[in-house]
């Protein structure tokens, strides 16, 4: 079922594309570049709140401030793999549109590529 949802899928992203490669491609790579922001972001909250904890641990503060410091640093790991998973979802969508090759003479196709080849999953 997995390979049919798949292919259903890519159908559709196919079809979508032929009647309008530029807004598709403007929107899933804008996606891509989103959610790649945001992955960024939680991981830079979970160094941050670390340091954070780590700092207040080593001037003395209180034991009630450093655990809800420690809980807002937990729920930012907890958003890491789930940002990262939507991230890996958009991602395989732009590469379904970029698999088409007929629109590579677009602007949008170009932009879409680069924003493709900064992403890493």
Known sequence: TCQNTK?????RVRGN???DAK??????????????KEVQMYQKEVVDGELKVQQMKDEGKDPYDIKKMGEVVDE??????DA??????????LDLLLEDKSSADLPEYKAAQEIRDDVSV
């Open 76 to 81: 930012s790991k907890a958003m890491v793999p």
């Open 17 to 19: 594309l032929a009647m």
């Open 7 to 11: 292919q259903w899928y890519q159908r």
């Open 23 to 36: 807004k598709q491609l403007r929107i899933k790579s804008g996606v891509v570049k989103r959610l790649n």
């Open 84 to 93: 990262r998973n939507r991230l890996r979802k958009a991602v395989e969508d």
